[in-house]
């Protein structure tokens, strides 16, 4: 039984992985590092670490790769390490399941400050006071007290922070949900200017339960101030 929290840092650049690395254990978090895409997905396999941290620039294989990779297999949160002018890899990251992004350079407190914010949101469902038993919407049905999702029968898998999201905009159905509020509930004050990583996750979600994402019938969009789920009849198809 790990002691610590356990942190893959994949970064191929020493000077970094070294900084990282001295840092996270000096807040009590036990650290690996991998040099390339390859190795990150050996050390994932071997050790199931807590959180990666996972820069998109590597040797051998691309970060976004790796974290297709990591998506297709864990729930384990992963924040991206960008430079100041990869703006299309920060999106697509977020696109395919990133849970945080670091712009470099940042500081220590900024640094200790998201890997917090990112495991809080993972913590195991029985730690979030219970609501009842069974949410249906249409073909959409949540097994809260079993964490269980699906569409039309179909189990729909989804990440802690989408499961998050999707559950405080049921527990407010038909309510409009500003941007703020959303980011807030979901992540935490101190993501409130976030606004992309929610407009990320909601994508995510549409791909997951909507029939067709483009024409959405339960997560419909209120321009300009945030998101609504709606109550919808029958059953509405869905993609796993």
Known sequence: MKENPLILI?????????????????????ALVAGDGVKALELVQENRPDLVLLDLRLPRMGGLEVLENIRRQ????????????????????????????????FGTRELQARIV??????????????????YENGGLRIDYAAHIVTVNHRPVHLTPTEYRLLVTMTDNTNRVLTHDYLLAHVWGAEY???VHILRATIWRLRQKVEEDPTTPRYILNEPGIGYRLVKVEGEVGGVN
């Not at 020493?14 to 807040?27: A, D, E, K, N, T």
């Not at 914010?117 to 038993?133: D, N």
């Open 74 to 105: 864990f729930d384990m949160p992963v924040i991206v390490l960008t430079a100041n002018d990869a703006e299309e890899d920060k999106v697509r990251a977020l696109m395919l399941g990133a849970d945080d992004y670091l712009t470099k350079p």
């Open 10 to 30: 994949v970064e191929d650049e020493p000077r970094v992985s070294r900084y990282l690395r001295s840092s996270l254990q000096m807040s009590g978090y036990d």
């Open 117 to 134: 914010a990112v495991m809080r949101r993972y913590r195991p469902a029985e730690q979030t006071a219970p609501r009842s038993t069974i």
């Open 192 to 194: 409130s200017d976030d």
